[in-house]
């Protein structure tokens, strides 16, 4: 059962092979949805992962090694943490390369799979460096594609529920083709993402790249940067710290909060499958900002005020996935709980991290 207990979203058609709904249009000429499903667990393979060294790519980075794949993170230390693999430093099989693979990607060796997860992903993050964002949403792609043709691995696009933007249909099944302004301050991301997937679908049309996309989905847990301008991140800091939490607007937008470790099962269940999607991965238990605030103060016990501030640009108000696909094609679906995942990354942050985070005395 998914956490928090959501309902199944409804049946939604195979990716690659979708039907209209809400304003989407089917998936055209990008059928058949699947190619050969790679080996699976068991089989070692060499697999790349830009941004490896980040909050997500260094969990993958972790689950891949764990179960015996050799691993070759890229990644250029923008916003990735060396300390996120410091635990895989002199493990057999893993290997971390500082690079920017906008610029490149200075790989040598057999490849099985590229999984690209290079791009600034939090919004203080893309917002401080645009064009950056831009670069590795489309020169990052092209060479990750690149890499992975010459290999004929199979290839892994990290995108993300703000392809969706505003979005008027809810929740969002992956049919949808959403509601983004392209000039506003977060197209940007929004922006490199969409024609990061539209690239990688060209590539499969006129290369036969074995590809596949992810449509991520809000994702929390250890090694979140404490300053990174995520809700979670955001509320857990400041009321460790005994600070105000602070909530944008009056906090009845919604988002949906999927754990690490669920995430990274969804995403490595999508890479063995040969799907091509794209596929939503995420937690379609839905609840507000300032329910998860809420939430948040109750866990830590802290007394800190909630204060509200104006609303970003261009913040979406309501965000959940339609994950039939996932639960359909791949048999996945979130397993771990709210207050669980809140719990686990609240550890995190109240032992301390590189820096300095920590329960004030």
Not at 86 to 101: H, I, Q, S
Not at 119 to 142: F, H, M
Not at 150 to 155: C, K, L, N, Q, S
Not at 291 to 302: F, K, P, Q, Y
Request: proline content about 10%; hydrophobic content about 40%.
């Amino acid at each position: 059962m998914p956490a928090g207990g959501a309902a199944p979203a409804g049946d939604a058609a195979p990716a690659g092979d979708a039907a209209p709904a809400g304003g989407a249009a089917p998936a055209g000429d990008a059928a058949p949805g699947r190619a050969p499903a790679r080996p699976g667990p068991g089989t070692s393979q060499r697999v790349v992962v830009t941004g490896g060294a980040g909050f997500l790519g260094s969990h993958l980075c972790e689950a891949l090694v764990a179960r015996g794949d050799s691993v070759v993170a890229v990644d250029d230390l923008s916003t990735g943490v060396v300390d996120n693999v410091a635990a895989l430093d002199g493990t057999p099989g893993f290997e971390l390369v500082v690079a920017d693979v906008s610029q490149g990607l200075p790989v040598t060796g057999p490849v099985d799979a590229v999984l690209h997860f290079a791009s600034p992903a939090s919004p203080p993050d893309y917002l401080e460096r645009p064009l950056e964002t831009l670069a590795v949403g489309s020169e990052g792609t092209r060479h990750a594609l690149t890499l992975a043709a010459e290999h004929g691995a199979r290839f892994l696009l990290a995108s993300t529920s703000e392809v969706y933007g505003d979005p008027t249909v809810h929740p969002q099944p992956e049919t949808y083709w959403g509601n983004v302004n392209p000039v506003g301050p977060r197209s940007v991301y929004d922006e490199a993402k969409r024609f990061a997937e539209a690239l990688t679908m060209a590539w499969r049309r006129a290369k036969g790249t074995d590809v596949g996309i992810v449509r991520i989905f809000n994702t929390y847990g250890p090694r979140l940067r404490p300053g990174d301008g995520r809700v979670v991140s955001n509320f857990l800091v400041q009321a460790i710290e005994g600070r105000p939490l602070t909530v944008y607007g009056d906090g009845s937008q919604t988002r949906s909060l999927c754990f690490v470790d669920d995430e990274v099962a969804g995403i490595l269940a999508l890479l063995d499958s040969g799907l091509t999607g794209p596929v939503n991965i995420g937690n379609p238990a839905e609840l507000t900002v300032l329910e998860l605030a809420h939430a948040v103060l109750a866990l830590t016990g802290s007394s800190s005020p909630v204060v509200h501030e104006p609303l970003p640009v261009d913040d979406p108000t309501r965000r959940r996935p339609d994950i039939s696909v996932a639960r359909r094609e791949l048999g996945w679906e979130p397993v771990v709980t709210l207050q669980e995942g809140l719990r686990r990354t609240a550890e995190f942050f109240s032992a301390g991290t590189p820096e300095g985070v920590g329960p004030r005395p």
